[in-house]
């Protein structure tokens, strides 16, 4: 299996990611292995042909160097390093349609289930990441344990 994010730079151009877009834009679900995880909302997911770079919609996760950052990211980790995942683009039947872009950065936004069960839920039930009603809807807080964000990290 061969991984962009081995070759890929540290930023695409505007024209580098709307080629990817639209290269990819039919495929409304991204399914495969997590290769990499980044930190606690963002990771790759490979299949065969290429890897994807997702970043969780709905949710926000401490920085890498923040306080809070090493653990939300070891514990995105844990849970899903080396599994298969299926992610579902914004706009393709999320909770975040509406409320956020299908892309940021060099990365798909993106619902993403482990077994199905709903990673994002995982990651804020723990504490390791807060639910961002503004993209989410509240739908991540309606426990009344979960973790809002009130600011970004």
């Known amino acids: 299996m061969i991984c962009r994010w081995q070759k890929q730079p540290r930023g695409l151009t505007l024209a580098a990611l709307a080629l990817l877009v639209v290269s990819t834009a039919s495929a409304t679900e991204l399914s495969g292995s997590v290769d990499k995880v980044i930190d606690g909302d963002t990771f790759y ?16 996760a401490p920085e ?28 393709k039947g999320t909770l975040c349609d509406g409320r956020s872009r299908s892309t940021s950065h ?37 426990d009344s344990e979960a973790k809002r964000c009130r600011m970004r990290f």
């Open 45 to 60: 997911v490979c299949d065969d042909a290429a890897c994807s770079k997702i970043r969780l919609c709905g949710i926000n």
């Open 64 to 91: 890498r160097g923040k306080p809070g950052g090493q653990e939300s990211t070891e514990f995105l980790k844990a849970l899903v390093l080396k599994k298969f995942v299926r992610c579902v683009q914004v706009g």
């Open 106 to 142: 060099d990365r798909f936004v993106a619902q993403c289930f482990l077994n199905g069960t709903d990673i994002a839920a995982i990651l804020v039930k723990h504490g390791v990441a807060c639910d961002w009603v503004k993209f989410s809807g509240g739908a991540y807080s309606e």
